[in-house]
């Protein structure tokens, strides 16, 4: 018998997010009144372009220099430690919003991006993309970016706006967002 672990069917996620999962300030990486925040935002949206209310979007970055930040402690948020992670419940529109930075390259030649998760119901797992920040130099030649059909990557890259950038998430239909596959998930 092998030591390691046989995966199981997934479930259902959802719809408890509600109650369970968002905790105070879940969705504000910095504190909104820094000089440097930047809002990400936007929606879930399903295959027919309707709003999903009950979804939950959680990010993880590196900061403005390009680290991956390995503090502990990323649900308890002090007002000035910057831990890379949050997570936000979308409204009964469908929108998210998280206060953050502008992450930076992980690696010469990388496109800097938000590492994003979605939850959902009706998802049997949890759903993996990025939002790569629009404008970037290295988006041209970011290897993940290069490995899809032109037509795809654009569904990758966030929208610049007055607070920031923006980000509609499409699980389903002609304008799908790209979704990963990790080894082992």
């Given at each position: 018998m092998s030591d390691r672990l046989r995966p199981t069917p997934g479930q259902t996620v959802g719809p408890f997010f509600h109650y369970a999962l968002p905790f105070a300030g879940d969705s504000e990486l910095v504190p909104p009144g820094r000089p440097d925040a930047i809002r990400l935002h936007g929606r879930v949206l399903d295959g027919q372009v309707a709003p999903l209310q009950?979804?939950?979007?959680?990010i993880w970055q590196a900061d403005p220099?390009?680290?991956v930040?390995?503090?502990?402690?990323?649900?308890?948020?002090?007002?000035?430690?910057f831990t890379g992670w949050g997570r936000a419940?979308?409204?009964?529109?469908?929108?998210?919003?998280?206060?953050?930075?502008l992450p930076g390259?992980?690696?010469?030649?990388?496109?800097?991006?938000?590492?994003?998760?979605?939850?959902?119901?009706?998802?049997?797992?949890?759903l993996f993309t990025r939002a790569y920040v629009p404008g970037h130099p290295a988006l041209v030649d970011d290897a993940l970016l290069s490995s899809l059909?032109?037509?795809?990557?654009?569904t990758l890259v966030a929208a610049a706006?007055?607070?920031?950038?923006?980000?509609?998430?499409?699980?389903?239909?002609?304008?799908?967002?790209?979704?990963?596959?990790?080894?082992?998930h």
């Open positions: 009950d979804a939950l979007v959680e220099e390009g680290v930040v390995q503090e502990p402690g990323s649900i308890h948020r002090d007002g000035w430690t419940a979308t409204d009964n529109t469908g929108r998210y919003s998280f206060t953050t930075l390259a992980t690696e010469p030649g990388a496109a800097p991006f938000f590492a994003v998760t979605v939850f959902a119901r009706g998802l049997l797992n949890r059909d032109a037509t795809r990557r654009q706006d007055a607070s920031g950038l923006e980000f509609d998430i499409h699980l389903q239909g002609d304008r799908e967002t790209v979704f990963l596959t990790y080894p082992g």
